[in-house]
């Protein structure tokens, strides 16, 4: 058997000794009239301890659940070891349910539709609840978001929508806007009203329309926009880029080597972490 190198033994070491823990939650929504599920990662110590805890809320994709972080993307793993060599801050992160692997039947999204307002389940419900109860700082020098694919997409327009309520927002291969992407053309089909609701609700519009005061609140956030180059929205990403700096907000725009896919979401989840990290507290 190979020995293990120092550090490979240094890192499981760590691994060891900070492990943190993710549970099931559920919030029961008056606004959308049903329970919502939430899987969230508590960090090694929070249990017994009186300690609040900045917070991130990480958000899924079209088609995906409150599970795909943690079941695909290996955030707890991720989580513990950055936490554990000090490259990320002692955090909460939630992971809300916005969708479901069917989105033909099953309404998928982060946005106010007909009859599903998830929006306002999202500041109204959501956050005040589970901050409280997980003791969460709860400001906006404490709180991040950031997500994938639609959950990318979503996490830019409620940051756009409350840039007073976050620190930063890192959106992963975002779904920006719809402009035929997915495509949207069968009104009887659920897949239709997130695509509406997703062009509706474009975040490139929304910087390019932007007036003075706006732009003012979006510098007050740091973004990071990250998608691959093989990437099918890349183009969107690119638009966003060159709106933000047309209006003067500092942002960072990473393409890297990568696809659309779950080789691409957990390798950015390491730079995504410490960045919320690095702006907790500014």
Known sequence: MKRLTVFAALA??????LAGNVITDSIDSKILGCEVKCNVYLPDGFDGSTKEYPVVYLLHGLSDTYEGWAGHGN???IADRLIASGEAAEMVII???????????????????????????????LMPQMEAKYRC?????HRAIMGLSMGGGGSTVDCQHHPEMFSSCYAMSPWLDEKGEVGWNDKDDQLAVVCRSVHENSAI?????????????????????????????????VDMHYKMQEKGIAHEFRVRD??????????????????????FGK
């Open 12 to 17: 499981l070491l760590s691994a060891n000794l």
């Open 75 to 77: 955030m707890q793993t």
């Open 95 to 125: 992971m809300p349910n916005a969708g479901h692997p069917n989105p033909r039947e099953v309404l998928n999204g982060y946005f106010n539709t007909p009859g599903r307002n998830y929006e306002d389940f999202f500041f109204q419900e």
């Open 137 to 141: 700082i709860g400001d906006k020098k």
């Open 205 to 237: 519009d929304f910087v390019a329309n932007a007036d003075e005061s706006t732009v003012a609140a979006l510098r007050t956030v740091k973004w990071t926009f990250d998608i691959g180059d093989d990437d099918w929205l890349l183009h969107l990403s």
């Open 258 to 279: 990568g696809d659309h896919n779950w080789y691409y979401w957990p390798m950015v989840l390491h730079y995504a972490l410490p960045w919320a990290s690095v702006n």
